[in-house]
């Protein structure tokens, strides 16, 4: 079973409005971070935001946001005032797991393409 | 955020040759490094878990002896992909963990990533 899931391959926004990119993920440990990743047609892999299973609170780092819904096992990335720069590939990950030698490893969704319109 | 880098960031090479690719974090020492594989419009796949000091730990499907891993310092690690085939072109990405105990423990910073290509 997929671990995690990105049920959209592209997603058009126009400019300087928001978008929601989709994101469940599936796990029975109860402490795992959930990630998300910009990759632009360069290849680099750009850290977005990250939220911890055990975060009160949804995180935000400035025109990200994330939608955390613990309960549906779903964490939504939301980019407000989108710009043509967020073109990109979209990844959302999960890390498992609070220890180990292993700690850290992270699980990639399928991704999703933005692409924004001018 | 902290600075990873990758070396070189493009190969060519002939099929049958072995191909080096380094992982280095600039800002950070990092006792634990990843290494992932991407093939194109498709997702990152971890190959990899790199330990200072210690053997890596492979994920299920690679094998070792193609993929030769070391970590020799708390900052560099690297891929050597022996006796290079055509099926193993593709796109070679690294990233780093700090160290736990401090803030943004959590979270995993990327090389640029290295495109081989074997002909």
């Known amino acids: 079973a997929q671990k995690i899931t990105q049920t959209q391959p592209g997603m058009f926004v126009q400019e300087k409005e928001a978008v929601t990119l989709d994101c469940t993920y599936d796990?029975?440990?109860?402490?795992?971070?959930l990630f998300w990743y910009k990759q632009p047609s360069s290849g680099e892999m750009i850290f977005l935001i990250y939220?911890?299973?055990?975060?009160?609170q949804n995180a935000t780092e400035g025109r990200y946001s994330l939608n955390f819904q613990k309960a549906r096992k779903s964490a939504n990335l939301v980019i407000s005032a989108s710009q043509l720069g967020d073109s990109a590939m979209y990844f959302c990950?999960?890390?498992?797991?609070?220890?180990?030698?292993?700690?850290?490893?992270?699980?990639f969704g399928q991704g999703t393409i933005l692409t924004v319109h001018p | 955020g902290a600075v990873v880098s990758q070396h070189p960031s493009r190969v060519i090479c002939k099929s049958g040759t072995s191909v080096k690719i380094e992982c280095r974090s600039l800002?950070?020492?990092?006792?634990?490094m990843f290494w992932y594989r991407q093939f194109p419009k498709q997702s990152l796949m971890l190959m990899a878990t790199?330990?200072?000091?210690?053997?890596?730990?492979?994920e299920q499907g690679v094998e070792k002896d193609k993929f030769l891993i070391n970590h020799a310092s708390l900052t560099l690690s690297t891929l050597t992909v022996t006796s290079a085939h055509p099926e193993d072109s593709s796109f070679y990405i690294c990233?780093?963990?700090?160290?736990?105990?401090?803030?943004?423990?959590?979270?995993?910073?990327f090389g640029p990533g290295t495109r081989l290509t074997v002909l």
């Open positions: 990233s780093a963990r700090p160290p736990q105990g401090g803030k943004n423990t959590d979270t995993q910073y």
């Open positions: 796990t029975s440990d109860p402490s795992y971070g």
């Open positions: 939220q911890g299973s055990y975060d009160q």
């Open positions: 990950a999960m890390r498992e797991g609070a220890g180990g030698t292993s700690y850290g490893k992270l699980t």
């Open positions: 800002d950070f020492q990092a006792t634990t």
């Open positions: 790199s330990n200072e000091g210690s053997k890596a730990t492979y």
